[in-house]
């Protein structure tokens, strides 16, 4: 009995449904890791930017020279922002922290005025932060910079080490990822060997064999890739719905190029993995086929 045409057809779709499916999930896993990639770097500018010290003032600086200080010290290129803290300010803040003015039981005031400053992220190294300190204590009214070398250094070194183990990850994923979507391919073009050679037989050239088949996976690589592209920007959204502070980590820009990288990768790999395996079909001979 001769299965009818439309089961046929039915059983193609179904083949369609599952590789898209499948080919949906590999690249949903592949921009995560982009994602992760990508928001590791945006993560590590935040942290490093957030890394502060404070410049202590001298007793004689006087409240009028503090606009003066201040501006010399935002027109390096250096500084992302300051902020000064005066001596009440100080005291006011240690005694919040304490739970105790020690103000009461010294009799004065022992906090000095400073300003608290951070740096832009690619001065946050041990070398740039040396030449920076050196060069504000030659500043006038200033006393004292108060900075946390081992902490700038833990963070430096950790920083480092995850961005490799993320792009050591990123790669071996990307690979594992381009096999899954072969294998996926393969699989579907391999039931389809004998209408690849029965084309063959009736006269077609191997550009008109090829052409809905390339065709047929474009689609379904671009469709996938879309539908991760959805999945992906909804879990953001919702990340950065239950975390604002996340948006300086999880930017529309970030986003974008994971969107414009599952969209390239679904497009390529599922065009090339098509041709590859179509290609090896059209030079296979009949025999052959029967015993693979």
């Not at 890791?33 to 010290?53: D, Q, T």
């Not at 202590?56 to 600086?61: A, E, R, Y």
Request: hydrophobic share 50%; net charge positive; with cysteine.
């Amino acid at each position: 009995m001769k299965p009818r045409k439309g089961h046929i057809a039915s059983l193609f779709d179904l083949q369609s449904v599952t590789s898209g499916i499948s080919t949906t999930l590999v690249l949903l896993l592949l921009g995560m890791v982009v994602f992760f990639v990508l928001a590791a770097g945006n993560l590590s500018v935040y942290v490093r930017e957030r890394i502060n010290f404070s410049v202590i003032l001298s007793d004689d600086t006087k409240e009028r020279d503090i606009p003066r200080i201040l501006k010399e010290l935002n027109a390096q290129p250096f500084i992302r922002s300051t902020q000064y803290v005066s001596k009440e300010q100080a005291l006011k803040e240690q005694t919040e922290a304490m739970g105790t003015d020690p103000a009461d039981f010294l009799g004065y005031n022992p906090f000095g005025a400073s300003i608290e400053v951070k740096l832009k992220s690619e001065y946050t190294n041990t070398d740039s932060i040396a030449r920076i300190e050196e060069w504000i204590r030659e500043r006038a009214n200033v006393r004292e910079v108060v900075y946390q070398k081992e902490l700038i250094d833990a963070v430096n070194d950790n920083i480092r080490s995850i961005s490799l183990l993320l792009l050591g990850l990123a790669a071996i994923l990307t690979f594992v990822s381009s096999v899954l979507i072969n294998n996926t391919i393969r699989l579907t073009i391999y039931s389809q060997r004998f209408l690849i050679h029965t084309m063959k037989l009736v006269g077609a050239s191997r550009g008109f064999i090829r052409k809905p088949f390339l065709r047929r996976n474009f689609w379904m690589g671009l469709l996938s890739a879309a539908l991760a592209d959805v999945v992906l920007w909804t879990a953001a959204n919702w990340l950065v719905g239950r975390e604002p502070e996340l948006t300086e980590v999880v930017t529309p820009v970030v986003m974008t190029q994971v969107s414009v990288a599952v969209l390239l990768f679904g497009i390529v790999i599922t065009g090339l993995c098509a041709l590859f395996s179509i290609n090896k079909y059209l030079r296979m001979k009949a025999d052959v086929m029967y015993h693979i």
